[in-house]
């Protein structure tokens, strides 16, 4: 039994303008201590994807509409508010995109640590606060014991991401899903939070699920990819396979668009248009309308993830030619 | 912290200063002469004469400044010319009204104001959110003499079940003193209490949309602790603000309050003394009722470090 699979997963916004579907159709599943990577531009629904998985979608205007999201064989989207509050934080925790707005500005961090601990186990307040340095420690806060009673307002932004980590590691989650982790941060912090993440997957045997727009993060840490486009899943595969043999033009492009130091380029090669508003989405490939290899027949019908060969799948109808 | 209110105590000197500048210059911004427009246009000149000395206002400026402030340093302000006592005397026997009635009030406008703010955004856009915002429109819309009228037709004159007015001291009689209080605290409160549950709802639906909110249920808490503990601590520092403004409009609304139901307090003190010309009352009682204000924004200052650490640390 897989760790967690999600199959068919669909949900909507209300808008202004009517129900849009922000997500559709969304499968995958994930092995314990495996990182999958989900890559797509912003608005391709890859934050939606994990808040619908944690159950954090504001509703309303959010609305799942179908599939199912089974966490070791139980479906959490028919789990009672109850019940998945106690799987947050031991079960699933998550680590979000803007260190500097996430810690709560008016709580120290040792707090903000310790509660969630409180939340799920009956430690003594002596307990709770070595366990809190202890992961301080872990998350590579120096000075941890004197750095619990600061505020989040006294901390750099990477040392912010590390408190934020060290809340969602605290309750040693059988998965960790990490929302652009490292986006807000500078390149060098962002090489120091990755590498700390996979040091506590190895330590913790816990999944790891990476969202980013960031081929490079995805390269360096993910063991198998999703690529997400407008709302849909267009290409899976193992990482090492995706880079070299990318199937959807979508991920082609996204590829050609990572510079390399081994070709003299002037300019950077980018996909032409921009990603559709989810109620302006084209009708058959999302896709078509950007893809240099469109035929009339792209618009004809949402073309299915199908597999072709070493677990990759990939949707789009002209697969057969490109192979 | 203690330096926090040492130094803002520090800070208020110079507004006091201007305020007892103001209230000093503010007999000889009378049109014509001062003597003439206490005693009245019949006035002798023996008692005008009586007035100026009593006033000190035969002597130069200067001299009459620095008597000012050296009987101020003394806590003298002077002789009310209506009562015959003390200004300070006839002040303080008043405040405690004042200051009982504006708690009450105080009470009162925060129970209502929070309780259905939290409510009303918790469950925005329902029919509860909506039936408390047509309340308070109409807090905000009643002005409070007419409220405090219609209370006094219901209750005090068709029901009998509360006097129409008059005091009765807290400690003397707590029973009592609600009896004679409850109308006009309401007809105080709820007005503020409108102001308070419309700040209190908007300020919570933009704490409840921030970042740490989503990072709070991220980490398993109960909703309980999400909106109580994470929610309300951060919307509580702007409410802050609003509710110093709130106590500085409940001490000048008691003016009105008092004089509509009777209430020997500060209000009903400085309407008679405004009423009556009776200068040195007026100087007193406002220089009295500024410092209070002023207390009170200090109060505010520091409830803001209580609440929020980033206030606590930026100078400390």
């Not at chain 1, 290409?235 to 396979?241: K, N, S, T």
């Not at chain 2, 951060?234 to 106590?247: E, W, Y």
Request: proline share 6%; glycine share 8%; hydrophobic share 50%.
């Amino acid at each position: 039994m897989s760790l967690l699979d999600v199959r068919d997963l669909t949900t909507s916004f209300q808008t202004g303008g009517g129900e849009v579907t922000a997500i559709e159709n969304v499968s995958f599943s994930l092995e314990k201590g495996e990182i999958l990577g989900i890559v797509g531009e912003s608005g391709s629904g890859k934050s939606v994807t994990a808040l619908a998985i944690m159950g954090l979608l504001p509703r309303p205007p959010a609305r799942v509409l179908g599939g199912s999201v089974r966490f070791e064989g139980q479906d959490l989207l028919t789990l009672s508010d109850r019940s998945m509050q106690r799987l947050r934080g031991p079960g699933i925790a998550m680590v979000f995109q803007e260190p500097m707005t996430s810690l709560n500005p008016v709580f120290t961090i040792g707090e903000q640590i310790m509660e969630t601990i409180r939340a799920h186990e009956s430690l003594s307040q002596k307990d709770s606060f070595a366990r809190a340095v202890e992961m301080l420690e872990k998350v590579g806060i120096p000075a941890a014991t004197t750095r619990m009673s600061d505020y989040p307002h006294q901390l750099s932004g990477g040392q912010r991401q590390r408190v934020m980590l060290a809340i969602a590691l605290v309750c040693r989650p059988r998965l960790l899903i990490a929302d652009e982790p490292t986006t807000a941060l500078d390149v060098t912090i962002q090489a120091q939070i990755l590498e700390l993440l996979m040091d506590l997957r190895d330590e913790f045997g816990m999944a790891i699920i990476m969202i980013t727009h960031n081929m490079g993060v995805i390269a360096e840490t993910a063991d198998r990819v999703l690529v997400m486009y407008a709302g849909r899943v267009v290409e899976q595969a193992p990482v090492g396979r995706l880079f070299d043999h990318p199937l959807h033009p979508y991920t082609r492009g996204l590829l050609s668009c990572v510079p390399t130091l081994d070709q003299d380029q002037d300019r950077l090669i980018a996909i032409p248009g921009s990603l559709p508003e989810p109620s302006r989405r084209p009708s058959g490939c999302r896709f078509s309308a950007r893809c240099v290899h469109a035929i009339p027949a792209c618009s004809d019908v949402i073309p299915p993830l199908e597999i072709f060969e070493q677990s990759h799948a990939a949707a789009c109808i002209r697969v057969g030619d490109f192979a | 912290m203690g330096g926090i209110l040492v130094r803002r105590l520090v800070g208020a000197l110079p507004i006091l200063l201007i305020v007892s500048l103001i209230t000093f210059g503010m007999i000889h911004l009378i049109p014509g002469d001062p003597a003439v427009a206490i005693a009245g246009m019949s006035a002798t000149p023996e008692q005008l004469a009586n007035i100026r000395r009593d006033l000190g206002l035969d002597q130069p400026l200067l001299s009459q400044l620095w008597d000012w402030y050296a009987n101020l340093l003394r806590g003298d302000l002077g002789r009310s010319l209506l009562l015959g006592q003390p200004v300070v005397q006839a002040t303080m026997r008043r405040l405690p009204v004042t200051l009982a009635l504006s708690a009450y009030a105080l009470v009162l406008t925060l129970l209502i104001g929070l309780v259905s703010g939290i409510v009303a955004a918790l469950r925005q856009n329902t029919w509860i959110d909506q039936v408390a915002m047509v309340f308070a429109m109409l807090g905000i819309s009643l002005p409070s003499f007419y409220l405090g009228l219609l209370m006094i037709i219901v209750f005090a004159v068709d029901l009998r079940w509360l006097p129409t007015g008059g005091y009765i001291v807290l400690t003397d009689d707590p029973i009592g003193w609600l009896a004679t209080s409850t109308m006009p605290a309401i007809s105080l409160a709820l007005l503020l209490a409108g102001l308070l549950a419309r700040i209190t709802r908007s300020t919570m639906l933009e704490v409840l949309r921030q970042d740490y909110i989503r990072t709070a249920r991220a980490k398993g808490l109960p909703n309980r602790t999400v909106v109580v503990k994470h929610a309300l601590a951060n919307a509580l520092i702007p409410i802050t603000t609003v509710v110093g403004i709130i106590v500085s409009l409940l001490i000048s609304g008691s003016v009105v309050v008092e004089t509509l139901f009777s209430i020997p307090g500060i209000g009903q003190l400085l309407t008679q003394a405004v009423l009556n010309r009776d200068y040195p009352m007026v100087q007193g009682g406002l220089l009295i009722t500024t410092t209070l204000l002023v207390l009170v924004n200090i109060g505010v200052d520091v409830c803001y470090a209580l609440l929020d650490p980033r206030v606590r640390y930026d100078g400390a």
